[in-house]
């Protein structure tokens, strides 16, 4: 199987994020930045699809030149190969600019592929929009939120997250899948993987070869400001015997809450 | 005009979609325009929640096709009605369908999608839209660049319109469409719907969620919360990621930045800390209330009320109290 999985270089979710003063971007400073979580379930889907039929597992990464040291935490963890498509541009928000950037490459250096695992979510832009997006330029089924997946030959079937109960979806390669927790448990690196990972050539093709159209390279989101939300103004804390809690708690709801 | 998608599942719309709708009715008067509701279904159902909703028009897309769903067959006969109608704007409930299909379609139609979102505004006759971002650490505010204009809006937060009936306008029009040709490429196909045992409502759908973390110590404690929720109309269990990882519950009720976000009327407690990734998924829902031992724990940070005390002594009270003031 010629597989291709998506990952994105994201602020570690434990960051506190701050806001720049122009008020269009999070400052990256100090920031640790990380591998989206997703995206480690669908590298770790990629690697066991490999083990069970053979094939390649590439990673792609669409960012920053700082986006290479994601790409080698997948080298580190079993990918074969890695590419970084370059592109300098701040966080748009706008699924659309970075689809459009991997459909175009898919294209052009994998016309070949079977499979393609997302997360279903990056962390901080929050779109779930990336997948689905490439499925459709590309002109491919897609599977979205995917707890389980099971391909044989060039049929797969896939049990997709929806609200209270899950959806089974039968679907043909080449398709798109995006991972959800729960699909695995993603491995660590190894140390030997770390070592071969160094030394391992990540090429690094810059937006403009992949000669996307104007539409496609100016983002169709306008970012009008960016702030942090108000803060909750702090409730109350009480601490009484457990009866005269649950009856303060009742009488909250109905009370000041007007819930009940 | 502002066109609404509605999601059917088991033959009802959701009430998530009608959200969307009446929010859309809401804008489109402010922008001297009209909301309509598309509704995919071999059957239309129930036409007049869409018209106490706002729609002024519905379009039926009929066809026993669209009583399973496939994003691909959905964006391509989606896609066909707004060339055709050029709505300025259409919105989805950011549900699990609706933010399967949306981008689908927003990459059909070359356009940017703006993902769930949780206000909207009108400026200078455009809408403008406000989204949490980085799980709600920051919130965006933007503009849509292209046409038409794309969002999903988040589930519980948009009100439904309260009209009475003899405002509403008698008629409604109901314009039932031909499907547009079958899609040839490739399509993904639903064949069943697994439901998880005993839960009939989704943390995402709730009005009240009543979660428990690593407090409730055991799986067989989460019945203490099934029985509080058996009380409660219209909730659901939820949990920490703590209680997930466990194997006390199962992933589909974790709230958090790698589970679900929600914000129901009411978000209850029990036993967890309130790290940052938890509160990524409920710290926006109206009323909080948690009960943890630790007078220090981060939850009193964004609690209504914080009890603080031991949840397993405080549980059967509250039980007691609750039966006492739903019985009145
Ligand atoms: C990338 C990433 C993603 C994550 N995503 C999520 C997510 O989606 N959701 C999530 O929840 N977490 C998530 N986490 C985990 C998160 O960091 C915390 O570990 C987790 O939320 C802790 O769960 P908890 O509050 O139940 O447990 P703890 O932090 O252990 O807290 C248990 C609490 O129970 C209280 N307690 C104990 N006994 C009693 C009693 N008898 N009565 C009353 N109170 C009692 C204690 O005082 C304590 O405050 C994520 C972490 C990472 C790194
Ligand atoms: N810049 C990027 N580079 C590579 N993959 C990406 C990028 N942005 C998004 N993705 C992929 O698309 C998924 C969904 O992202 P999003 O649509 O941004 O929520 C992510 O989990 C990644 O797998």
């Known amino acids: 199987m010629n597989i291709l999985v998506f990952v994105k270089r994201v602020p570690d979710t434990e960051s506190k994020i701050r806001i720049q ?59 074969d190969e890695a590419i970084l498509i370059k592109d300098t541009a701040p966080e748009s928000f706008d699924g659309l600019k970075t689809a459009a950037a991997i459909a175009s490459l898919v294209k052009k250096r994998f016309p070949d592929f079977d499979l393609l695992l997302f997360g279903k979510q990056s962390f901080g832009a929050d779109n779930a929009q990336v997948p689905a997006m490439v499925a459709e330029l590309l002109g491919i089924p897609q599977v979205n939120v995917v707890v389980k997946l099971i391909i044989e030959g060039q049929e797969g079937v896939a049990f997709r997250e929806i609200e209270g109960a899950q959806e089974k979806v039968v679907f043909s390669l080449p398709a798109v899948i995006s991972a959800q927790k729960g699909l695995n448990e993603p491995r660590y690196e190894t140390l030997k993987g770390i070592m071969a990972a160094k030394k391992k050539e990540i090429p690094v093709i810059p937006l403009e070869e992949l000669e996307l159209s104007e539409l496609f390279l100016n983002p169709g989101i306008e970012v009008i400001k960016l702030e942090t939300p108000p803060a909750k103004k702090a409730g109350r804390i009480i601490q009484l015997a457990p009866e005269e809690a649950a009856k303060e708690i009742v009488r909250f709801l109905r009370e000041e809450a007007k819930i009940l | 005009m502002i066109l609404v998608f509605m999601e059917k599942r088991e033959g009802k719309i959701k009430k998530s979609s009608l959200e969307a709708l009446a929010e859309a009715s809401r804008r489109a008067e402010e922008l001297g325009q009209e909301a309509a509701a598309v509704v995919m279904a071999s059957e239309l159902g129930d036409e007049s929640s869409l018209k106490a909703q706002g729609a002024r028009k519905i379009y039926w897309l009929k066809g026993e096709i669209f009583d399973s769903y496939s994003p691909e067959i959905y964006a391509h006969n989606l896609s066909e009605l707004i060339k055709e109608l050029k709505p300025e704007a259409v919105f989805f409930a950011a549900t699990a369908m609706g933010r399967d299909l949306s981008p689908r379609l927003a990459a059909k139609l070359c356009v940017s999608l703006a993902s769930d979102c949780t206000q909207i505004m009108v400026f200078d006759g455009a809408l403008v839209f406000v989204r949490p971002v980085y799980a709600g650490k920051a919130l965006l505010t933007l503009k849509l660049k292209t046409k038409p204009v794309m969002a999903t809006l988040r589930p519980n937060i948009f009100p439904l319109r309260e009209i009475k009936q003899e405002e509403l306008p008698s008629a409604i029009e109901i314009i039932e469409k031909e499907i547009s040709g079958a899609y040839s490429g490739a399509a993904a196909r639903v064949v069943e719907i697994v439901k998880e045992e005993g839960a009939e409502l989704d943390v995402t759908e709730a009005e009240v969620v009543i979660s428990g973390g690593r407090g409730m110590k055991a799986a067989e404690n989460f019945n203490l919360l099934r029985e509080l ?32 976000t929600v914000c129901p009327n009411l978000y209850l407690a029990f036993g967890i800390s309130g790290s940052i990734q938890h509160l990524a998924g409920m710290s926006s829902s109206k009323v909080i209330v948690a009960i943890n031992k630790d007078p220090e724990a981060p939850i009193f940070k964004v609690a209504d009320l914080g009890v603080v005390g031991d949840l397993f002594q405080i549980i059967p009270h509250l039980k007691e109290e609750l039966k006492k003031a739903l019985a009145e």
């Open chain 1, 21 to 79: 003063a122009d008020g269009k971007g999070i400052v990256e400073e100090g920031l640790n930045f990380i591998i989206s979580p997703y995206d480690e379930y669908a590298v770790e889907e990629a690697l066991r699809l490999r083990e069970a039929k053979g094939g390649k597992v590439t990673a792609i990464s669409v960012g920053k030149e700082e986006a290479l040291l994601i790409l080698r935490k997948c080298l580190a963890m079993g990918v």
């Open chain 2, 229 to 260: 929720s058996a009380l409660i109309p219209r909730s659901a269990v939820g949990a920490s990621r703590a209680a997930v990882d466990s194997g006390w519950i199962g992933h589909q009720h974790q709230v958090g930045q790698t589970g679900k």
